[in-house]
């Protein structure tokens, strides 16, 4: 029988000796992923439909609704835009920042070719340049309302006319609005003529009386009151602006014209423009009938020829 005896030294105090150190494995870094995507042998297109609503369309309507939306729309933004002109200069005049004379011819020229570029925002129903003319017949009815004195709207008397007369809103002015009203009407967008002939009579002639005021001393021999300097601004300017405008038109495609005749047809228009703005005959009719008259005449022969 074997007997052992454990003094406090051997179980307080443990013996290592006889003890087994196993060391840790080296450290290795962790597997790698790898994502491999697969491609098809015969990839498949995707192909998108996608049905598109003109914007003034609303769900549910008809296309002839939504052209009248479209049209009426229209006709408020560009009556909106009208207004806001002769308010804007006549806020200028009353504070004296440009004369009356320059702020009518301003109001002249900026009214008419703005009313020219606006016909594009119309839709392409026939009905359209109806809606376009509702525009200058507003303009005329207010012309009318307050030429007759039953009205009184100081800031549209000083904007339009010469010596702040309300009966001159009856002459010049109303026979502007109306020529802009008729060729909306009779010729439109898709025609040269009615184009040509509202760029000069607003910005030939408009910039041909702002120069000839200010740097017209060399008077005309068979017409004092017009200048050679107010003649051959009207010259280059109509010719400029009638390009400018049926380039505008040729790009949105609306007309499509042999530019090489176009500037020619133009160029012919512009002279007789001019040359009828020279001759003594305002008193007996007014520029705004006679340069429209004659541009149209000529631009009606040139361009069906």
Known sequence: MTHIFLTPSSYLIPKFSAVRHHPLPPWKPPPTVTFRFLRAAHPVPLRLTLTLRPYFVPCGLSATAGDLLHNAGATAGVLAGAYTLVF???????????EQSLSRKLVHILSGLLFLISWPIFSNSTEARYFAAFVPFVNCL???????????????????TRKGDPQELLRGPLYYVVIL?????????ESPIGIVSL??????????????????????PYNQRKSW???????????????????YYSVLGYIQLDWSRTFQRVALVSLVATVVESLPITEVV???????????????LSFSS
């Open 199 to 220: 760029a000069t009579m607003c910005g030939g002639d408009g910039i041909a009386d702002i120069i000839g005021r200010r740097f017209g001393s060399v008077k005309i």
């Open 286 to 300: 007014d520029d705004n009938i006679s340069v429209p008259l004659a541009t149209t005449t000529v631009a009606f």
């Open 181 to 189: 009203m008729l060729c909306a009407l009779v010729f439109w967008r």
């Open 229 to 247: 300097m107010g003649s051959i601004s009207m010259l280059i300017f109509g010719f400029l602006i009638s390009i400018g405008m049926l380039y």
């Open 142 to 160: 207010r012309l009318v309302v307050n030429g007759l004195a039953l009205a009184s709207d100081e800031g549209l008397v000083k904007s339009v």
């Open 88 to 98: 804007a200069f006549d806020n200028l005049t009353q504070r004296k920042l440009i």
